[in-house]
């Protein structure tokens, strides 16, 4: 038996990998990727990974493997912007009505929204909410604006979720 060919691979790997067990194995999928993807987001699931058919198994780094990740909205209170020349602006979030930080989302927006976006911050300039750090380029705002953040799914917090608003 060859190894290095994924099936092959694949089905060592199944053998091993009792029903008991806590890890799953994944059957392979046929059809298109893209049709797959859709079926997998819509399910509401983090993603999935790709690998191609006649790859040999190689460690370290390798184009071999494909991660398609998916995303989710949430809707967020903002708490401010934080704008420094040379850096891209983000804006500290809260779990709507708690004001409770939850992380920062980068704000990835067109040119237009950005700047209605600030007109909106300096027109509901407020004070920071309680227990916030520092931070000097913050401009906070008073409680009630919220904001669409799209995020990769199954992130716990956004400080760990990869966010634009």
């Not at 909410?129 to 716990?156: C, D, F, S, Y």
Request: positive net charge; proline residues 7%.
């Amino acid at each position: 038996m060859r190894i290095g060919a994924l099936e092959d691979r694949r089905e060592i790997l199944a053998g091993l990998i009792g029903s008991d067990s806590r890890i799953q194995f994944s059957e392979t999928m046929p059809g298109e990727a893209n049709a797959i993807y859709h079926l997998i987001d819509a399910a509401g699931l983090e993603g999935m990974v790709s690998k191609r058919r006649d790859s040999k198994y190689r460690s370290g780094p390798t184009t071999n493997w494909l991660k398609t990740k998916s995303f989710t909205e949430s809707e967020l209170e903002l708490l401010g912007v934080e704008r420094e020349k040379g850096k891209p602006a983000f804006a500290p979030m809260a779990e709507p009505g708690t004001r409770k930080y939850v992380g920062s989302a980068f704000v990835s927006v067109k040119r237009e929204m950005r700047e209605r976006l600030w007109k909106r911050v300096q027109e509901h300039a407020g004070p920071p909410p309680k227990n916030m750090p520092k931070r000097p380029a913050t401009q906070w705002v008073k409680p009630g604006i919220k904001a669409r953040v799209k995020h990769l799914r199954g992130e716990e917090d956004l400080q760990t979720r990869r966010a634009g608003c």
